[in-house]
C-alpha cells in the first residue's frame, strides 16, 4: 500500500508541471490521467491535507484490483521523459526537417495558426472552416 501511494505521488506531481493545452481547454490530459490514477492506484488525498480522506467517502481501492508495480513504473518513465522533453534534446531537429524544400514557411504558419486558433471568434472558426472548403488563390 505504502508503493501505491509513492507512485500516486510521482503522478500527482508530474501531472502538476504539465502545460495547459490552449487548443483543447474542456479536454484535459492531466485530468484524465488523474481519474486513471485515482482508479488504479487508489483516492486521491484533498490538496494540502496530506492525510486520507475519511473511510465513508466512498473512495477505496478494490481489494481483488490487479496492481503491475513494473509498469506503473514504465508509465512514470514516459511522462516525465515527456514533460522534460528529453526526445527533443536527444534528437534535435535540423532546418533541413523544419524548412522542407516543397514548403520552406510551412511550419512557421502551422505555429502562427496554433497561436491565434485559441483566441479566435466563433465568427472567425465559421469563416475559416469554409475557407478550408473553397480553396481561393
Do not use: C
Request: proline share 9%; no cysteine.
Amino acid at each position: 500500500m505504502a508503493l501505491r501511494s509513492a507512485l500516486q505521488k510521482q503522478y500527482m506531481t508530474l501531472l502538476s508541471h504539465w502545460p495547459v493545452d490552449p487548443l483543447r481547454p474542456n479536454l484535459s490530459f492531466p485530468d484524465s490521467l488523474r481519474r486513471r490514477v485515482e482508479q488504479e492506484l487508489g483516492a486521491t488525498y484533498p490538496p494540502g491535507s496530506g492525510s486520507p480522506p475519511p473511510v465513508n467517502a466512498g473512495t477505496k481501492v478494490e481489494a481483488g484490483s490487479k496492481f503491475n508495480e513494473e509498469y506503473e513504473k514504465r508509465q512514470l518513465n514516459a511522462l516525465s521523459s515527456l514533460l522534460e522533453d528529453r526526445y527533443k534534446k536527444m534528437y534535435p531537429i535540423t532546418d533541413h526537417i523544419l524548412m522542407p524544400k516543397s514548403q520552406p514557411d510551412y511550419y512557421n504558419k502551422l505555429l502562427e495558426e496554433l497561436d491565434v486558433a485559441p483566441k479566435r471568434s466563433w465568427f472567425g472558426r465559421q469563416l475559416n472552416s469554409w475557407k478550408g472548403w473553397i480553396r481561393l488563390k
